[in-house]
Structure formats: C-alpha cells, structure tokens
C-alpha cells in the first residue's frame, strides 16, 4: 500500500488549535492558510476536525470548507457536527471530499449505513477517539452501556463474571471532543462501522494526542490487525 501524508487539524470557532490530550486548547491559526501550506510541501491529503461542534451544538464548517477548496485541490475530509444527510449533502457540495462522523455514529449508528447508501462508503469515514482504560476501570461502565444502548459484543470490557487477565486493557471511545466516553470497545467499533458501510477510519488516540511522543502503535496495530 502506496504511503500518503495526510495531516489532521482540530478546528475551534474557525481557527486552528493545538492541545494535549484533547484539552488545554491554543490557536495555531488560519484552517486555509495552514491547508495552502500542507499543500505546498506535499501533503497527499487533508482532514478537518472541527472538535467542538458537536459538544457546543453548533452548525458545520460550510464556510471554512469553501474557502479552502478554493485555494486547495488535494483531497479534504471534513468532521464535525455532522448530525443529517442534508449536513453531508452540504459539505460535499461546499468542496470537500469526504466527511467524517462520530458523535452522531454513536447516537445512531444506522446514520452510517443510511449516508453511506446515499453518497457512497468512498465518502463516508467515522473517526473514532479512543482512550485507553484497564480492563477493571468499570465505575460508571454500566451507566454509559445504558444510555448509549451498547451491545454485549460491543462492550469496552467484559460483563462481571469474567475475570480480565491482569495487565489487559482495552479503549473507550469517547464522543463530543472527546469529553464523553461511551463504554464501547475501539476495536470492536471500527469492525461495526465497517460492517455498516465507512469506507474509512480516522483514529486518533487521546492518550498520545499533543504529547509529541509519537503514535500510539499499539491501538493502530489493534485495529488495523482485525
């Protein structure tokens, strides 16, 4: 498989921003500056995240996405509030070429299935922010499974009556900028939405985000072996 450089920036109240795990937000600057910039040196490909809409219950990017497409011609993945096919419908037309889904994926992961009949699975990509948990981190688990309406094969760890091998861990993905955890299993959620219809997953990882201490091998090596 040819190797593409594909940078992915969060995006707050349409600018740029940089943290550490998810919080501790900075501005960095200008999404259509920085996107020209990562299209001058080479960059394969692009993703915006705009990492607060969901949470703040805010409308998507159309106008960053307009005003990139007309400066930028590699490919763009935009994500971010995201909540109907008309949003999508949007988007696509505004100029990016593919949208990535979380938050609502969550809600009603049958928005998948429904989006990727619409559109196609070449444009629909669910992003998925794991964070990683011991298999005996189980306070509050059944409360999330509850609200979220997780299925056992789904779980993020085992029902009681299981005894988890000691050192076992597992990643909750989280939704909403990564402030709510669901109590479903990262692995096991890629496999879902790849069985409904995405076409790709964007995974980031919580735990290794902004520290500058490089990927985390072993969530990636975790998903992309299944």
Excluded at 12 to 32: E, I, T, W
Excluded at 50 to 64: K, M, P
Excluded at 140 to 154: P, T
Aim: overall charge negative.
């Amino acid at each position: 498989m040819a190797k593409r450089v594909i940078p992915c920036l969060d995006v707050h109240s349409g600018r740029v921003v940089k943290g550490v795990n998810f919080l501790q937000l900075r501005d960095a600057g200008d999404p259509v500056d920085i996107a020209a910039r990562y299209e001058q040196e080479g960059a394969d490909e692009l993703v915006f995240l705009d990492i607060t809409a969901s949470h703040e219950q805010r409308d998507i990017i159309q106008d960053v996405v307009e005003r990139t497409s007309e400066v930028c011609f590699m490919p763009l993945t935009v994500g971010g509030g995201i909540r109907t096919l008309e949003d999508i419908r949007v988007l696509l037309k505004a100029g990016c070429d593919k949208v990535s889904i979380n938050s609502s994926a969550v809600r009603d992961p049958e928005f998948i299935r429904q989006a990727a009949l619409r559109f196609g699975s070449q444009c629909i990509v669910v992003n998925i922010d794991p964070k990683r948990v011991s298999a005996r981190d189980t306070e509050g688990l059944e409360e999330r499974v509850a609200k979220f309406g997780v299925r056992d094969d789904l779980r993020v760890v085992p029902r009681a009556g299981r005894t988890p091998e000691e050192g076992e861990v597992y990643w909750d993905v989280h939704i909403n900028g990564g402030r709510i955890p669901t109590g479903l299993d990262a692995v096991a959620w890629a496999l879902e939405m790849e069985r409904l219809g995405a076409g790709e997953i964007v995974l980031t990882s919580m735990d290794a985000d902004g520290t500058k201490d490089g990927y985390d091998l072993e969530i990636t090596a975790a998903v992309s072996n299944v």
